[in-house]
């Protein structure tokens, strides 16, 4: 497993503040906060979309980890 890896997974449970196992709208919303970026529903919504590779409305850990590594090798 990567360092890129490692961190995705701990900022995922970070994250699920829920533990669900899944992150939800509200959820990526405080990533969005803690990026620095926008916090509109609208920029919210397109990441969540970027995440969400099976378009089910919410992002497991393996969406989450994917798309971590990629944007932050
Ligand atoms: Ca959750
Ligand atoms: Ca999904």
């Known amino acids: 497993m ?3 890896q490692k961190v995705a997974e701990q900022k995922f449970a970070e994250y699920d503040t829920n533990s669900n196992g ?3 709208f509200s959820e990526i919303k ?13 920029e919210v919504d397109n990441l969540l979309t970027q995440m969400d590779l099976n378009s089910n ?7 989450f ?3 971590w590594t990629k944007n932050f090798p």
């Open 2 to 4: 990567s360092d890129a």
């Open 22 to 24: 899944t992150l939800s």
């Open 30 to 42: 405080c990533i969005v906060k803690e990026l620095g970026k926008p916090v509109t529903d609208e």
């Open 57 to 63: 409305g919410n992002v497991t850990k393996a969406e």
């Open 65 to 67: 980890v994917a798309f």
